[in-house]
């Protein structure tokens, strides 16, 4: 046999013995250097206490550092777009909060395309938002609260955590629907929105639970309702929406993680595997919990189809409430 023949059948051997490996082992070629795990938001805030978490996991999983990155500006549009002009090769992932599919429509200038400039992983977690109330109100359920507003037109206010915010959308969908008179008042934080309705300067609150549930363990303010269709593992006696006999009313925050579009699917798969473990962890869940966060881990299909079905969604709220961003 010649040698030029032998090295042909050597070098066939080898990529057959290559293309008969596990899935799994010949993912392990990613990552091979750091990843570089961008938050378009501010240092403190809850997407960043949350992904300091995941990558310090990743981390330990896939023994590379996850590091992270905080780009700020635009509400997350600066970091979001640094992201999406990143070559996608898995070592730049990007997590986002709700504001993902409500800034297009909140903001004309939002400069990336949530469909076409990345790949969904996965919703890792999530928070309804909890509907609360001053004590002093005269309401015990949503639709006590409803025929309370309706009768005192004007009278009444909600607090959030700010322009765009979840808890702002969701106030938006009630006032909208139900045809009320109701004032929204902003505030920069959900913890200040909780201060001002503990005070009945603006009496009722739609934030997430983070801020909300001790308040409510100590009578401090009364929770009506969650937004979502399930109840929330904070509050388990308090009704949802739907059992309050509004279903269309809901609205939760997530925190999601994307990657460029064009990341090849191995590692968006590899990724996604290894974030559904994390958020499964009982350490992880604990820490969740204390947060008002609850796992999910969808898959990327069901990821993207959430996309697609909440930003037309969001923005028929922010078109009919006449939101503005400040």
């Given at each position: 046999?010649?040698?030029?023949?032998?090295?042909?059948?050597?070098?066939s051997a080898l990529t057959a013995t290559s293309l008969g490996l596990p899935r799994r082992v010949r993912a392990q070629s990613y990552p091979t250097k750091p990843v570089r795990l961008i938050i378009p938001?501010?240092?403190?805030?809850?997407?960043?206490?949350?992904?300091?978490?995941?990558?310090?996991?990743?981390?330990?999983?896939?023994?590379?550092?996850?590091?992270?990155?905080?780009?700020?500006?635009?509400?997350g549009n600066i970091g979001t777009l640094r992201a999406a002009k990143s070559p996608p090769d898995g070592y730049t992932m990007l997590l986002v909060p709700t504001n993902f599919v409500v800034n297009p429509a909140l903001l004309p200038s939002t400069p990336y395309d949530a469909v076409k400039d990345f790949e969904p992983i996965t919703v890792a977690v999530t928070s309804p938002m909890i509907i609360s109330i001053h004590p002093s109100l005269p309401a015990h359920t949503v639709q006590d609260l409803i025929a309370l507003i309706k009768a005192?037109?004007?009278k009444y206010s909600y607090a959030s955590?700010?322009?765009?915010?979840?808890?702002?959308?969701?106030?938006?969908?009630?006032?909208?629907?139900?045809?009320?008179?109701?004032?929204?008042?902003p505030f920069q934080?959900?913890?200040?929105?909780?201060?001002?309705?503990?005070?009945?300067?603006?009496?009722?609150?739609?934030v997430s639970p983070a801020p909300t549930v001790s308040q409510v363990a100590d009578g401090k303010l009364?929770?009506?309702?969650?937004?979502?269709?399930?109840?929330?593992?904070?509050?388990?006696?308090v009704p949802t929406m739907a059992e309050a006999g509004h279903p269309d009313i809901e609205g939760e925050n997530w925190f999601a993680f994307v990657v460029p579009a064009g990341t090849p699917r191995n590692i968006v798969a590899l990724l996604h595997r290894e974030i559904v473990k994390i958020v499964a962890?009982?350490?992880?869940?604990?820490?969740?919990?204390?947060?008002?966060?609850?796992?999910?881990?969808?898959?990327?299909d069901e990821f993207a189809a959430q996309i697609k079905r909440e930003l037309p969604k969001w923005a028929q709220v922010v078109k009919a409430a006449n939101i503005k961003a400040e």
């Open positions: 046999m010649s040698l030029h023949r032998r090295r042909l059948l050597m070098l938001f501010g240092a403190g805030g809850p997407t960043d206490v949350f992904g300091r978490l995941a990558a310090l996991k990743l981390s330990d999983a896939l023994g590379q550092q996850f590091f992270v990155e905080n780009i700020v500006g635009a509400s005192n037109p004007g955590g700010g322009v765009g915010s979840p808890g702002h959308l969701v106030g938006e969908q009630f006032r909208v629907q139900l045809g009320l008179d109701l004032i929204h008042v934080s959900a913890g200040l929105a909780v201060q001002s309705a503990m005070g009945n300067h603006t009496p009722i609150c739609i009364r929770a009506l309702a969650v937004t979502r269709k399930n109840r929330s593992q904070a509050l388990p006696n962890l009982p350490d992880v869940k604990e820490k969740l919990a204390a947060m008002g966060f609850e796992p999910v881990g969808n898959s990327p």
